[in-house]
């Protein structure tokens, strides 16, 4: 079914609300520890506030537009919310990340596809999100929004708010910080950007 199918039988029986979730539980947990460090707990809270604040605005959800923009829209705004209340965009402890995110962060890189239980690749992975989590969140979050979950500009201009051209000029300041971030770090090698 697609999501508008969704929302209506969730709109009609809220018992059907829970297709969404399913949909999207996994997409919006990887996204935030993507985008944040945080420990499980805390993602998981974040997380049900998430399905929470889409629950309350679904009857507000407009038809004509992405779906999957408008719930990464109210993702992205609840983890900003979280990030004030810690006072930080960076530095979040992170003492959880399960084996499927390790290994989906993974899968999104050429050259990696046949190492994910590779001791090397776990090791690369970890420097590759130690180096992401050094950018500030707003570049941060523009490449996890394109590269990991493959967002188009259109629907990151979507989720952000911002135009299009400000969406590509963010995206492209991100790409040249990681580039000097991942030198640092001696990941030049596994670049996919």
Not at 113 to 130: G, M, P, T, V, Y
Not at 171 to 176: C, G, M
């Amino acid at each position: 079914m697609s999501d508008n199918q969704l929302v209506q039988l969730a709109l009609k029986n809220p018992d059907d609300y829970l297709y969404l979730i399913e949909k999207y539980e996994s997409k919006l947990t990887r996204y935030i520890h993507r985008t944040v460090r945080v420990m499980q707990e805390d993602a998981e809270d974040l997380l049900q506030d998430i399905f929470i604040k889409v629950y309350r605005n679904l009857n507000g959800f407009n038809q004509n537009l992405k779906f999957s923009s408008w719930i990464y829209r109210i993702a992205h705004n609840e983890i900003l919310n979280y990030a004030y209340k810690k006072g930080k965009y960076s530095d979040f402890i992170q003492t959880d990340i399960s084996d499927s995110d390790e290994t989906s962060i993974i899968d999104k890189m050429p050259g990696t596809e046949d190492s994910n239980a590779d001791f090397e690749a776990k090791q690369s992975h970890e420097k590759i999100l130690s180096a992401l989590m050094e950018l500030p969140i707003k570049y941060r979050e523009a490449l996890v929004l394109r590269f990991f979950e493959d967002k188009s500009y259109n629907e990151i201009s979507d989720i952000l708010r911002k135009p299009d051209g400000t969406v590509a000029t963010l995206i492209n300041r991100a790409k040249r910080k990681f580039e000097k971030i991942a030198e640092k770090h001696q990941l030049k090698e596994l670049l996919w950007l």
